[in-house]
């Protein structure tokens, strides 16, 4: 961690003044020895936010769409449903990413807005 410190302060001098780690899971050992050293570099700690399926950008929008083209179709053996999932995914317009983006966007912005209340598919 005293490695990583130093290389950001070489490399991205402007950082050094942002010293926040997000912490997500690990085990109880491990995350006494890094609370430790991260208070002994003076690095603040964050918890990460919960995670929610509905706020996830591949369930929102691009696994609904897959779902709707794979649907009633039977999954064989040989590897045929990737290239053919590979291959929609290809063809799709660059709008059809660009809206999905959009909609995430908004789908955060209301998050944030409701105090992470639930919020509808």
């Known amino acids: 961690m005293v490695r990583l410190k130093h290389e950001i302060a070489k490399?991205?001098?402007?950082?050094?003044?942002k010293k926040c780690f997000s912490i997500k899971t690990?085990?109880?050992?491990?995350?006494?020895?890094?609370?430790?050293?991260?208070h002994e570099l003076k690095i603040e700690s964050m918890s990460h936010p919960p995670y929610s399926l509905v706020l996830a950008p591949s369930f929102y929008y691009l696994f609904a769409k897959l779902k709707k083209m794979l649907s009633g179709k039977k999954i064989g053996p040989n590897g045929e449903e990737i290239a053919e999932t590979e291959a929609y995914f290809e063809a799709l317009d660059k709008s059809f990413y660009r809206k999905g983006?959009?909609?995430?966007?908004?789908?955060?912005?209301?998050?944030?807005?409701?105090?992470g209340d639930y919020l509808d598919k």
Do not use: N, Y
Request: a positive charge.
């Open 26 to 38: 690990m085990s109880g050992h491990t995350a006494v020895a890094i609370i430790a050293k991260l």
């Open 101 to 115: 983006i959009e909609i995430l966007e908004k789908r955060w912005i209301d998050c944030i807005t409701f105090e």
């Open 11 to 17: 490399k991205r001098p402007q950082m050094q003044r």
